[in-house]
T-cell receptor
Framework: KQEVTQIPAALSVPEGENLVLNCSFT??????LQWFRQDPGKGLTSLLLIQSSQREQTSGRLNASLDKSSGRSTLYIAASQPGDSATYLCAVNQAGTALIFGKGTTLSVSS | DVKVTQSSRYLVKRTGEKVFLECVQDMDHENMFWYRQDPGLGLRLIYFSYDVKMKEKGDIPEGYSVSREKKERFSLILESASTNQTSMYLC????????????????FGAGTRLSVL
């Protein structure tokens, strides 16, 4: 059964720092991997989707990479800002199933 | 803009009540999903629907049922609410599964925080 793990569970950084969030999954037979952001008490917002054939995807200050063979993805956030404070979740999509989520990394960026 | 609307942000119900959570999407998406989110447990899939009148059980379907009579609406039903169903409920939709980025981006509603007393 697919399992998705995110490390660390929480992270605090000062404003301006570059940071990396990690996601690992146990079964490499995935269609894609998605990164989401969740603000407290709110729904999820899709940030990036990497197809299984891709190595990375970029949107603004965010860059997500995928190494399917090793079961790993990273979300790189450049020049972090207080507005980036949120919980970041990764999820994998396998054939015939819904998304399987990690438990998230809660990021706090201080000014 | 993509929109998934959940009918209530907050609900308070009593044990034993029948509870309806409604979700509507305006994007003509085929697939819709219901999750619950609890601290320490993350998001867990309750039910999903690939198309109208089609439904599949997720990881934790016990105590829940769903209805999808129209493409845009997916309802979650708690047949007899219990205190252990107190949670945040999230609805999501996507165009369709399979290959292709646009088909797979999943859009979420704002969530319904349900308290069962």
């Amino acid at each position: 059964k697919q399992e998705v793990t995110q490390i660390p569970a929480a992270l605090s950084v000062p404003e301006g720092e570059n940071l990396v969030l990690n996601c690992s999954f146990t079964d490499s037979a995935i269609y894609n991997l998605q990164w989401f952001r969740q603000d407290p008490g709110k729904g999820l917002t899709s940030l990036l989707l990497i197809q299984s054939s891709q190595r990375e995807q970029t949107s603004g200050r965010l860059n997500a990479s995928l190494d399917k063979s090793s079961g790993r993805s990273t979300l790189y956030i450049a020049a972090s800002q207080p507005g980036d404070s949120a919980t970041y979740l990764c999820a994998v999509n396998q054939a015939g199933t819904a998304l399987i989520f990690g438990k998230g990394t809660t990021l706090s960026v201080s000014s | 803009d993509v929109k998934v609307t959940q009918s209530s942000r907050y609900l308070v119900k009593r044990t034993g009540e029948k509870v309806f959570l409604e979700c509507v999407q305006d994007m003509d998406h085929e697939n819709m999903f219901w999750y619950r989110q609890d601290p320490g447990l993350g998001l867990r899939l309750i039910y999903f629907s690939y198309d109208v009148k089609m439904k599949e059980k997720g990881d934790i379907p016990e105590g829940y049922s769903v209805s999808r009579e129209k493409k845009e609406r997916f309802s979650l039903i708690l047949e007899s609410a219990s205190t252990n169903q107190t949670s945040m409920y999230l609805c999501a939709s996507r165009l369709a599964g399979g290959v292709g980025r646009a088909k797979n981006i999943q859009y979420f509603g704002a969530g319904t925080r349900l308290s069962v007393l």
